[in-house]
Nanobody, 117 residues
Framework: QVRLVESGGGLVQAGGSLRLSCAAS????????MGWFRQAPGKEREFVAS????????NYANSVKGRFTISRDNAKNTVFLQMNSLKPEDTAVYYC??????????WGQGTQVTVSS
C-alpha cells in the first residue's frame, strides 16, 4: 500500500505561485509513475501533469503547459508541482496519484488551491 499526502495548497492572487508537494509512505515511489489531477467545483476531475518513475519524461495538460512544472525527488519519496502565473481558473482541489501500470492505483486526499482575481 502507498499513502499519499498532498500539501502546499492555499489562497493566492492571480499571477502568483504555489508549490504543491506529495509525500508518500508505505512504499518507495521510485517504481511509480506519478500524476497530478485537479477537480473544480461542479466539474469532473482532470489531468494536470505526470512524470515517469525516473523523472525523465513529463506530460502536461495544455491548460497548464508553460506555467506548471512537475518534478520528483525519489530519495525523499516526494513529488512536486510548481505552479506559476496562476489564474482564477486554476482554482480546484489538487490530487496526486501513483501508478505502476496504466491505471492510477493510489490517490491522496487532495489540497485546495484558490486563486483570486
Amino acid at each position: 500500500q502507498v499513502r499519499l499526502v498532498e500539501s502546499g495548497g492555499g489562497l493566492v492572487q492571480a499571477g502568483g505561485s504555489l508549490r504543491l508537494s506529495c509525500a508518500a509512505s508505505g512504499r518507495t515511489l521510485s517504481s511509480f509513475a506519478m500524476g497530478w489531477f485537479r477537480q473544480a467545483p461542479g466539474k469532473e476531475r482532470e489531468f494536470v501533469a505526470s512524470i515517469s518513475w525516473s523523472g525523465g519524461s513529463t506530460n502536461y495538460a495544455n491548460s497548464v503547459k508553460g506555467r506548471f512544472t512537475i518534478s520528483r525527488d525519489n530519495a525523499k519519496n516526494t513529488v512536486f508541482l510548481q505552479m506559476n502565473s496562476l489564474k482564477p481558473e486554476d482554482t480546484a482541489v489538487y490530487y496526486c496519484a501513483a501508478r505502476l501500470k496504466k491505471e492510477y492505483d493510489y490517490w491522496g486526499q487532495g489540497t485546495q488551491v484558490t486563486v483570486s482575481s
